[in-house]
């Protein structure tokens, strides 16, 4: 599934404006000990995070995720979005709690 696929069928909000969306998402990590997620996620992998500070940026590049889903009501500034499109990330923001957005991934077959 393309990120792009994946906003139109969850609903929620692409926050970045630059970053393409049709990167292929394969898989999802959910997790918020930036140690433990550049240790431990995939690429092509969505992850999903309630993490709001500029270094979700930087480990999203290094691990090649597909995209970062914002979880939960979290709120990025607008430097750190800004930040994405640069990099070229996709972020989507899910009003979910992480454990019912990686229940949405699960249903559309992520």
């Known amino acids: 599934m393309k990120v792009q696929e994946l906003i139109e069928k969850t609903g929620w909000s692409c926050a970045t404006k630059k970053a393409a969306l ?11 000990l930036l140690s433990w997620v550049m240790g431990n ?12 500070h500029m270094n979700v940026i930087g480990v999203a590049s290094l691990r090649e995720f597909s995209c970062i889903i914002i979880a939960d009501h979290a709120v990025l ?6 930040r994405a499109d640069e990099e070229d990330i996709p972020v989507i923001e899910s009003g979910l709690p992480v454990y019912e957005t990686a229940k949405k991934l699960v249903e559309l077959g992520i």
Do not use: K, N
């Open 41 to 52: 996620g995939e690429p092509e992998q969505a992850w999903i995070t309630v993490q709001v």
């Open 77 to 82: 500034a607008e430097d750190i979005i800004a």
């Open 22 to 32: 049709d990167r292929t998402v394969s898989g999802a990590f959910c997790g918020d």
